[in-house]
Nanobody
Framework: QVQLVESGGGLVQAGGSLRLSCAAS????????MNWYRQAPGKQRELVAS???????NYPDSVKGRFTISIDNAKNTVFLQMNSLKSEDTAVYYC??????????WGQGTQVTVSS
């Protein structure tokens, strides 16, 4: 069973930066899709970034130019660098791994709170 463990969340002032990490218990293969989602209170879960075959995609306009997803294959870890944070970025951020054979795994989430 794949386990994903997020870390790096916390409280930050508007305009600040955070770097989230997602460590996978098993190898992340290039054809896996690694995603970062977020869910704010009372809102639906929102996809904020994806990476597969070392190509980053799926940045919504709300985070484009501020968030960057990356991967360290040697460490089986995915990162989300978040810059110029805004109060509307406040949410629980989740890591997600999807495999070609139908695997769909989630981390427990990490809270990001941006104070204005």
């Amino acid at each position: 069973q794949v386990q994903l463990v997020e870390s790096g969340g916390g409280l930050v002032q508007a305009g600040g930066s955070l770097r989230l990490s997602c460590a996978a218990s098993q190898t992340i293969f290039n054809d896996n899709v690694m995603n970062w989602y977020r869910q704010a209170p009372g809102k639906q879960r929102e996809l904020v970034a994806s990476i597969s075959n070392n190509v980053a995609t799926n940045y919504p306009d709300s985070v484009k130019g501020r968030f960057t997803i990356s991967i360290d294959n040697a460490k089986n870890t995915v990162f989300l660098q978040m810059n110029s944070l805004k109060s509307e970025d406040t949410a629980v951020y989740y890591c997600n791994q999807r495999t070609p054979w139908g695997g769909n795994y989630w981390g427990q989430g990490t809270q990001v709170t941006v104070s204005s």
